[in-house]
């Protein structure tokens, strides 16, 4: 199993992470307990800040997942 590090994160291997967090279809939270040496927390601020620095178009895709994620979270409650 891969484990990734803070350092790949800091660096275009954020791309390989970015990647495989969309093939795995796992939620940000899973996916780094599974894989990463760091926090959720972190990966998606690395997500956010980092990745749009080497590949825009894969940034694009991680901000959607995340949302389809956060939406489906959501619960609506009737008064």
């Given at each position: 199993m891969k484990i990734y590090t803070i350092e790949q994160a800091n660096s275009d291997?954020?791309?390989k992470i970015a990647q495989h967090?969309?093939?795995s279809d796992l939620s940000l939270r899973s996916f780094a307990n599974l894989?990463?040496?760091f926090s959720y927390?972190?990966?998606r601020d690395k997500f956010l800040?980092?990745?749009p620095n080497f590949n825009?178009?894969?940034y694009k895709?991680?901000?959607e997942k995340?949302?389809?994620k956060k939406v489906k979270n959501i619960v609506i409650v009737k008064a």
């Open positions: 291997d954020i791309i967090f969309l093939d894989y990463c040496h927390i972190t990966l800040k980092i990745l825009l178009s894969l895709q991680i901000v995340l949302q389809i």
